[in-house]
């Protein structure tokens, strides 16, 4: 079982603000990084992007995912991080969230902002894996190196 500690580092970034994070807590803890893309290319330009992501929102969309580059079946935990939109993550992480090979994974949970706390994100992630055996470990803004090394420190072992 040499997989079982395995840990990967998945994320969705507009602007690269959550790239940047991701590629830091990689490195950190030593794991593969790997992002998600809708399959149908969010527009670039922010108010077209914030037209499209707040529809999904409104209207409960999950778009459809790139398809994923990784078995997620190989990884023990995964560490997932994304923009926060309008208090939440962005409806495409509740499609990742449903993939079929993620089924009793520890799942962290990380994420970058203007203002807004994790906590409401935090709290939508739980209520889109609350019926399955995926167990989350904490959450943490990661806007600064500070935030990330606070954020590791304090989940659960
Ligand atoms: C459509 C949209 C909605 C946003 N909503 C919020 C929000 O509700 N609260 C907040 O603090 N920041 C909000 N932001 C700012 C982003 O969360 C922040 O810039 C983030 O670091 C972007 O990450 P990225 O560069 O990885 O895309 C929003 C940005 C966009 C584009």
């Known amino acids: 079982m040499s997989n079982v500690n395995k ?13 940047t ?13 790997v992002a998600i893309q809708p399959a149908t290319p969010y527009p670039e330009a922010y108010a077209d992007l914030a037209a499209v992501g707040k ?5 409960q969309i999950l778009p459809n995912l790139a398809p994923l ?5 190989a990884y023990q935990t995964i560490y997932v991080g994304f923009p926060i939109w309008w208090d939440q993550p962005p409806m495409l992480v509740a499609r990742f ?19 807004s706390t994790i906590e409401q994100s935090l709290q939508m992630v739980k209520t889109w894996t609350e019926n399955s055996e995926i167990k989350i470990l904490g959450g943490f803004l990661a806007n600064s ?13």
């Open 97 to 115: 969230l449903q993939e079929k090979d993620l089924v009793d994974q520890q799942l962290v949970v990380f994420a970058t902002s203007y203002s």
């Open 69 to 73: 580059p990784f078995n997620l079946k």
């Open 145 to 157: 190196n500070q935030e990330i090394m606070t954020g590791l420190a304090a989940l659960k072992k």
């Open 21 to 33: 994070a991701a590629s830091k807590i990689g490195q950190i803890i030593q794991a593969d990084v």
């Open 55 to 59: 529809k999904e929102i409104d209207d």
């Open 7 to 19: 840990s990967l580092v998945v994320y969705y970034s507009a602007s690269g603000n959550t790239k």
